[in-house]
């Protein structure tokens, strides 16, 4: 009895200290350290409590201090327990308020698994039901050999031994039972957490997040699905902002071709991403002269759509003043050149100037593929070639333009990027300029809309299910 009044002091000691303790040595530390610190504490105040008894029975009562392993290795069994229950209640409380406060934390920067806290935990336990055991059973031999030795006295002994045996396998059992509950409770709190989330992002709520409340592998995985929902989040953002470009792009495009006369116009573009460095325009050029664009940014996608726009800008300014197509393309590659100088990007360009007066053709070659001009009263291809540099490299490039004076009737005029003959099929196959040609003189005998939706669904059908690698643009003229 007095044994158990001087521990309850200490321990009651120990209690009255701890919440102090707890507030300057836990609560300030960052929230994945605070769970060990907890453990490290309520596991030193049990054993410190031990020693203070210990050496309060030493100085007091004179008890030896070799008496005090039994007492300390029952405060370190006892504190061991209570150390892991508390342990664990703090990280429960820690991920109810993170979730509460919505607050997410870092990643574990040192990763605790759950592998090896299981590991250490049963060592653990196995070491004290071992030490325990054999404290129990060195006494009590001791015990025996100073009883009576008559039958009566050692059936005693042994339900005695018994009785003790059962008494702290039960005590065990009960404190193990009390973790695995507490632990479970924790796997349920994590569990519900990750679920919750995932099944918001499932439904395509981004808004939730995981909070990072423990060094393991549940913190590691909680952290790996807030970064996925934050791609997820910048992926989402991105896609609408391309919509949006997408949308004003196909704007910027003409709605559908110009009247024009002695002309049948067809025109389209089809982009391999939401944007495309493709473009096709109409300007309406003066003495009742028609100028078609069409041009190819380098590369694809966002980079390619703004430098598109920026040379579909100059070239409509340039169209007010226009004279002839070398100046207004001189024009343009000039202020192209001071934009992209230095970014290595630059516009590959055709442009044509329709006479219908005098049924003429003057054209410029900036790089892009030669226009193909089919007459098909001499069932014959012409490539409209010419030299010239492509758009945005050399301020000081001179552009020089070609003619055609005089078509047959029906002539058909096809200006179209290199996604065309470069589309290719399952095997790799080019689609190539042969099978364009055939194609037109196929249909040459239809109208210029009719010829282009041909091209199309042949490209297309040729290529079956590989890729579109290239944005296509295609304007088809039937010269009348």
């Known amino acids: 009895m007095i044994l158990g009044v001087i521990l309850l002091a200490t321990y009651s000691l120990a209690l009255a200290v701890r919440p102090l303790l707890i507030k300057r040595w836990i609560s300030t530390a960052p929230i994945s350290l605070r769970p060990k610190r907890q453990f490290v504490l309520d596991l030193g105040l049990a054993l410190a409590a031990g020693c203070v008894v210990i050496t309060y029975n030493f100085a007091i009562y004179g008890f030896p201090l070799s008496s005090g392993i039994s007492l300390l290795t029952g405060c370190l069994v006892t504190g061991f327990f209570l150390a892991i229950d508390t342990t664990l209640a703090l990280e429960r409380r820690l991920v109810i308020e993170a979730t509460s406060r919505k607050q997410v934390g870092p990643p574990p920067s040192r990763l605790f698994s759950v592998t090896r806290k299981f590991s250490l935990a049963a060592v653990s336990l196995s070491l004290f039901v071992w030490v325990v055991i054999a404290l129990v059973v060195s006494r009590d031999i001791v015990w025996i050999s100073k009883i009576g030795q008559t039958e009566a006295d050692l059936i005693k002994a042994q339900l005695s031994i018994a009785y003790e045996m059962f008494f702290i396998m039960a005590v065990f059992l009960a404190l193990i039972v009390n973790l695995i509950i507490s632990y479970s409770k924790n796997l349920k709190l994590l569990f519900d957490n990750e ?186 291809f012409t490539l409209l070639e010419g030299e010239g540099m492509v758009l945005g490299v050399d301020e000081s490039y001179r552009y020089g333009s070609d003619a055609r004076h005089g078509w047959s009737k029906g002539s058909i005029l096809v200006i179209a990027t290199d996604g065309i003959h470069e589309t290719h099929n399952e095997t790799g196959q080019l689609y190539g300029r042969e099978r364009l040609q055939q194609l037109i003189r196929k249909h040459h005998d239809q109208s210029a809309s009719a010829i282009q939706n041909a091209i199309l669904d042949s490209t297309n059908s040729f290529r079956g299910d590989a890729i579109q690698h290239d944005d296509v643009t295609l304007v088809v003229v039937k010269l009348l």
């Open 195 to 380: 679920t919750t989330v995932l099944q918001q992002v499932s439904r395509g709520d981004l808004n939730g997040l995981v909070p990072v409340a423990t060094n393991d592998e549940f913190g590691l995985i909680a952290s790996h699905t807030n970064m996925m929902i934050s791609g997820l989040r910048h992926r989402l953002k991105l896609v609408s902002a391309l919509k949006l470009a997408e949308e004003v792009q196909q704007n910027l495009l003409p709605r559908h071709p110009p009247v024009f006369p002695r002309t049948d116009i067809a025109a389209t573009s089809v982009y391999c991403e939401e944007t495309g460095g493709d473009y096709y325009d109409f300007l309406e050029l003066p003495d009742g002269k028609l100028g078609i664009v069409v041009a190819d940014a380098a590369d694809h996608g966002i980079g390619a759509a703004m430098q598109m726009t920026t040379a579909r800008s100059f070239l409509i300014y340039g169209s007010r003043y226009y004279q002839n197509p070398a100046a207004l393309l001189n024009e343009v590659n000039r202020y192209l050149v001071k934009d992209s100088l230095g970014t290595g990007r630059f516009v590959a360009l055709f442009f044509v100037e329709i006479d219908p007066d005098t049924a003429s053709l003057r054209w410029i070659r900036a790089g892009h593929e030669p226009a193909l001009l089919f007459n098909p009263e001499m069932d014959e």
